[in-house]
């Protein structure tokens, strides 16, 4: 059973940046689709970004494109997320996540909870003065 676990949140100005990780456990990360989610207090969970299984697709939230990179090292089964110019509106708790297959996951922007069958239990990202 693949288990994801996320580290890297902290407190950070507005304009910093933070590089958070996703490392798996349990299976390799080769065959999973990535995404990587986020949830504000009061807020439903989004997507913020996808990675598909080869690398190959990925894609973010219009809120984050330009700002935020994912990257994967399978020999680390680790997936990364960094963040530069946060913003106070992007404080929330993050959350990664993966799904086995399939060969369309991240084709059409980034993805719903639904759509993931594993997760991590987040680390809480906060941008303020």
């Known amino acids: 059973q693949l288990q994801l676990v996320e580290s890297g949140g902290g407190l950070v100005q507005p304009g910093g940046s933070l590089r958070l990780s996703c490392t798996a456990s349990g299976s390799t990360l080769d065959y999973y689709g990535i995404g990587w989610f986020r949830q504000a207090p009061g807020k439903e969970r989004e997507g913020v970004s996808c990675m598909s299984k080869s690398g190959g697709r990925i894609n973010y939230a219009d809120s984050v494109e330009g700002r935020f990179t994912v990257t994967r090292d399978n020999a680390k089964s680790t997936v990364y997320l960094r963040m530069n110019e946060l913003k106070p509106e992007d404080t929330a708790v993050y959350y990664c996540?993966?799904?086995?297959?399939?060969?369309?996951?991240?084709?059409?922007?980034?993805?719903?909870?639904?759509?993931?069958?594993?997760w991590g239990k987040g680390t809480l990202v906060t941008v303020s003065t």
């Open positions: 996540a993966a799904v086995l297959g399939p060969i369309t996951f991240c084709s059409g922007g980034v993805p719903k909870p639904g759509e993931m069958r594993n």
